[in-house]
């Protein structure tokens, strides 16, 4: 019945639109003057739209369309959002336990790395670590009171190139 009702009420929705001249209403348009606007009855004009039968349902759907696209679209977009988070929470809680498994690997690889990394650091010396030969000896001459005049190599156990002198027997 409902169904019935409505298939009238479109069937005689679309005979009204088809019976209004566009031609007519543009032809209108092209007449008007400023001077018409001028002379309009605002106060006739607003009291027969108060009075007509389609200015409720009028605004009333433009009231509706206004605060559907002012509160209800926005409200949509937030619920999608949030959905979208909850999906998303939801498969990284599920795969959590793989990812700590997976982390605890990680950690026992670098804590490996990193001590195979101090041994490799310590073989190598570095700029406060580096020990001059001819410092350390002139420190240890100077301490025990020796001059040393000159560095040569030692090739042969030769007792005549070695030091026979201290400067305190001078």
């Known amino acids: 019945m409902v ?3 409505n298939k009238n009420f479109l069937y005689s929705l679309s005979q009204k639109i088809k019976s209004i001249d566009f031609n007519e209403i543009f032809e209108g ?3 008007l003057k400023i001077e018409d606007l001028k002379n309009i009855n605002y106060k006739r004009l607003f009291f ?3 009075r007509s039968k389609y200015t409720k349902p009028t605004l009333g759907i433009f009231s509706a369309s206004l605060f559907f696209i002012f509160v209800l ?3 949509f977009e937030s619920i999608i959002s949030t959905r979208r988070k909850l999906n998303q929470y939801r498969t990284e809680s599920q ?3 793989l990812m700590l498994s997976n982390l605890k690997n990680e950690k026992q690889r670098f ?3 990193e001590s195979m990394m101090k041994e490799v650091n310590s073989s190598f010396l570095r700029n406060e670590q580096i020990v001059f030969i001819t410092k350390l000896l002139n420190e240890a001459a100077k301490k025990s009171n020796i001059k ?3 560095f040569s190599p ?3 156990a030769d007792s005549s190139k070695l030091c026979k002198q201290s400067t305190i027997q001078k």
């Open 95 to 97: 795969n959590l336990s």
């Open 154 to 156: 030692i090739l042969n």
């Open 48 to 50: 027969d739209l108060k």
């Open 73 to 75: 679209i926005p409200n």
């Open 3 to 5: 169904q019935k009702n």
């Open 111 to 113: 804590v490996e790395i």
């Open 148 to 150: 040393i005049n000159y």
């Open 29 to 31: 348009s092209k007449d």
